[in-house]
T-cell receptor
């Protein structure tokens, strides 16, 4: 089945530790995105990548890092510099924007990160 | 700058009632796209609909309908004869044509449908 997988579903981290969240897609989408969702709030964009080996900062990139070495993978590292990392993290992907206009984003199931 | 506002943070209805979720947006662009997503308790966002700024026709899909009005910058979502399975958080989102498929989300509306 085509789709987006995120692992792990739940993640616990001690303060001061870096942690990496996995995101894999087999939809052959060029673009991938990471969002953060806090309780009762909407989604905020952390990083996005339109193509392999290229990525851009979103609205709240501080304390996070990403890589895009393969088309199907876009891992997110939450570093110790992130002051308040406890949140729900969602990964998404979309086909490349073409002449027909934009394409909707498809989302993974999310990873809930808790800092102890 | 663009912005999406969902003024209703929580709505509670009894099964079979109709319910409308409001969405108001702000953008300076003439070409843009509006979306609705559903987030059930499992957490994954499910795509519901996409409309472009040149198409103001209302759309109906089963019990779901959408009312797009450029004059009031609104893109409201109505569920007819609500069911318990409709309970979720619903997000309205905006994308500009040159934004590289990037979405600006509203804060979401939590819908609770009681049996």
């Amino acid at each position: 089945d085509g789709g987006i997988t995120q692992s792990p579903k739940y993640l616990f981290r001690k303060e001061g530790q870096n942690v990496t969240l996995s995101c894999e897609q087999n939809l052959n989408h060029d673009a991938m995105y990471w969002y953060r969702q806090d309780p009762g709030q909407g989604l905020r964009l952390i990083y996005y990548s339109q193509i392999v080996n290229d990525f851009q900062k979103g609205d709240i990139a501080e304390g996070y890092s990403v890589s895009r070495e393969k088309k199907e993978s876009f891992p997110l590292t939450v570093t110790s510099a992130q002051k308040n990392p406890t949140a729900f993290y969602l990964c998404a992907s979309s086909a490349h924007q073409g002449l027909a206009g934009v394409n909707e984003q498809f989302f993974g199931p999310g990873t809930r990160l808790t800092v102890l | 700058a663009q912005k999406v506002t969902q003024a209703q943070t929580e709505i509670s209805v009894v099964e079979k009632e109709d319910v409308t979720l409001d969405c108001v947006y702000e953008t300076r662009d003439t070409t843009y796209y509006l979306f609705w997503y559903k987030q059930p308790p499992s957490g994954e966002l499910v795509f519901l609909i996409r409309r472009n700024s040149f198409d103001e026709q209302n759309e109906i899909s089963g019990r779901y309908s959408w009312n797009f009005q450029k004059s009031t910058s609104s893109f409201n979502f109505t569920i007819t004869a609500s069911q318990v399975v409709d309970s979720a958080v619903y997000f309205c989102a905006l994308m500009n044509n040159n934004a590289g498929n990037m979405l600006t989300f509203g804060g979401g509306t939590r819908l609770m449908v009681k049996p």
